[in-house]
């Protein structure tokens, strides 16, 4: 039986699209999330219903990590049965080694895996995949498309408003005065992704309006640069990110607005609450 062309490979901080769930050459290769010495697979083991849950009872904070380079190896000789070669776009390697471990797998693995480091998250692998499988369907080549895509990487606009300080704070992510006045002050941290791939403050804003309204300006930036569909994410709270949608809408009519959940993985850092606002320049 001859072999298909390629897979497509994201890890489990990417948001998975419809599009992607219904695509059966694509793979997302999932994180682990550890509770002391529990440890559990991103998305398999543990929802992020049951993370959130989880947290609030745990006497630990959960930590990440990434699967080793033999765990990624493992993967990519199974799916080296069905497939000539693979494209693989993985979370900012600032923000984590997956990248690094799963190259190290494909080289276990003597399989040839082309890899894009999306310098992003959540939506921002996604857009990359999308980018890809429609340039590999328009009959361009690997080379083609890894070219095109490492020209995209940096342009994913993502603006986070994080969620509970009180989880913030328990993750180490926050100081204990910290916590104390941004809980007094009602302070609500906005952070972005640099085009370097890392995650910077950008705002501090005291209110949960003026923080909806702050991811709002963004938005209509985006609309009168051309943008007329963006990506809205989500930690665990749907009514709220409904809310903002609508907002949206009111504000720029005709904005097409996706919501999608923040993985399991991404959950454990920025906080159940969070809500953020993902485009492609």
């Known amino acids: 039986m001859a072999k298909k062309p390629i897979a497509w490979i994201v890890d489990s901080t990417a948001y998975v699209s419809k599009e992607l769930q219904e695509n059966p050459d694509f793979y997302s290769i999932p994180l682990n999330i550890h509770f002391g010495e529990d440890q559990y697979v991103d998305g398999i083991d543990l929802t992020a219903e049951e993370l959130y849950a989880k947290i609030k009872t745990a006497e630990e904070f959960p930590k990440s990590s990434q699967p080793s380079a033999g765990e990624f190896g493992e993967t990519y000789k199974k799916i080296a049965e069905n497939y000539e070669e693979a494209i693989a776009v993985h979370v900012s390697a600032k923000m984590s080694g997956t990248l690094a471990s799963s190259m190290g797998g494909a080289e276990i693995a003597g399989f040839p895996v082309t890899f894009i480091d999306s310098l992003s998250l959540s939506y921002g692998l996604t857009g990359l995949i999308h980018r890809g499988m429609e ?119 005709g904005m097409e607005v996706e919501i999608g959940e923040v993985s399991s993985v991404l959950a454990v850092h920025a906080g159940e609450g969070t809500l953020a606002v993902l485009w492609y320049e």
């Not at 309204?213 to 994410?233: N, P, R, S, T, W």
């Open 135 to 253: 340039m590999h369907k328009n009959g361009s080549t690997v080379a083609e498309i890894k070219v095109e895509l490492d020209n995209m990487v940096g342009n994913c606009k993502a603006y986070i408003l994080m969620g509970k300080l009180e989880q913030l704070y328990k993750g180490g992510r926050m100081s204990a005065a910290q916590f104390y006045l941004g809980s007094l002050l009602k302070v609500k941290p906005i952070v972005q992704i640099s085009t370097a791939g890392e995650l910077e403050p950008i705002a501090k804003v005291r209110s949960e309006k003026r923080a909806l309204q702050y991811l709002i300006d963004k938005v209509i930036e985006a609309h009168q640069k051309g943008i007329k569909k963006i990506f809205l994410m989500q930690g665990n709270v749907i009514e709220q990110a409904n809310h903002l949608k609508n907002l949206i809408q009111e504000q720029v009519p």
